[in-house]
């Protein structure tokens, strides 16, 4: 069974960059893609960016040019670089794992999940 550790949260002024990391083990191998989310209290889980197919990457658009997904097949890990952060970013922020490679965009398609790391963005 695969389980995902999220490390790299923490708090930082707006405009400032933080690096998230997921570190996979277990039975990783042929897993399709890895996503990132957040949440916030009282609202949905968010997509936040997804990895698959070794380095294809999507983002959504309140993050596009800001951050950065890759991953080291090495370590099995995937990184979230984070950059020109604002105090919108603030959530809990988690990685997740998918296998069938359906709306990457969706929490639906990822079936194990990280327990998640804080990110608090002060103004």
């Known amino acids: 069974q695969v389980q995902l550790v999220e490390s790299g949260g923490g708090l930082v002024q707006a405009g400032g960059s933080m690096r998230l990391s997921c570190a996979a083990s277990?039975?990783?191998?042929?897993?399709?893609?890895m996503g990132w989310f957040r949440q916030t209290p009282g609202k949905e889980r968010e997509f936040v960016g997804t990895i698959w197919g070794g380095s294809n990457t999507g983002y959504a658009d309140s993050v596009k040019g800001r951050f950065t997904i890759s991953r080291d097949g090495a370590k099995n890990t995937v990184y979230l670089q984070m950059a020109s952060l604002k105090p919108e970013d603030t959530a809990v922020y988690y990685c997740a794992a998918s296998w069938d490679g359906m709306n990457l965009r969706l929490a639906g398609s990822y079936t194990v999940w990280g327990q998640g790391t804080q990110v608090t963005v002060s103004s």
């Open positions: 277990g039975r990783a191998f042929n897993m399709y893609a």
